[in-house]
C-alpha cells in the first residue's frame, strides 16, 4: 500500500534552516507528482509547493527563494529544504502524493498523504 513517511521537522529560531524528508513506498514513485502542503494552528490546509514527475518545482508565493522542492527517484524521496525560515511558517508540514504525474496547487488533486511532521520557528 502507498505510504509517505515525513521526517526532519522541530524547533528552530528564525532565519535557521530545516531540511523535510518524505519517504514513499507502494507506488512507481518516479511516475507521479509530489506536494508539500502545511496547516498552522487554527487555519486551513495551505499549499507550499509541488515538483511533477518531471519537470520544474512550483512553489507558493511566500516562501519562493526561501524553500526548495527536490526528488531523488532512486530513494523514492523528496524534500522540502526550507532556509530563512520565519515564524509565520511554523505549522504541522504535510507531503502528498499526486493523482497524476503533474503537480498541483490544489488539495484535492492528492489522494495520498503522511501524517505530518512539526515545524516551529521561535523569533
Known amino acids: 500500500q502507498v505510504q509517505l513517511v515525513e521526517s526532519g521537522g522541530g524547533p528552530v529560531q528564525a532565519g535557521g534552516s530545516l531540511r523535510l524528508s518524505c519517504a514513499a513506498s507502494?507506488?512507481?514513485?518516479?511516475?507521479?507528482?509530489m506536494g508539500w502542503f502545511r496547516q498552522a494552528p487554527g487555519k486551513g490546509r495551505e499549499f507550499v509547493g509541488t515538483i511533477p514527475g518531471s519537470g520544474p518545482p512550483y512553489y507558493l508565493d511566500s516562501v519562493k527563494g526561501r524553500f526548495t522542492i527536490s526528488r531523488d527517484n532512486v530513494k523514492n524521496t523528496v524534500y522540502l529544504q526550507m532556509n530563512s525560515l520565519k515564524p509565520e511558517d511554523t505549522a504541522v508540514y504535510y507531503c502528498a502524493r499526486s493523482r497524476a504525474s503533474y503537480g498541483s496547487v490544489i488539495r484535492s488533486d492528492y489522494n495520498y498523504w503522511g501524517q505530518g511532521t512539526q515545524v516551529t520557528v521561535s523569533s
Open positions: 507502494g507506488f512507481a514513485f518516479s511516475t507521479y507528482g
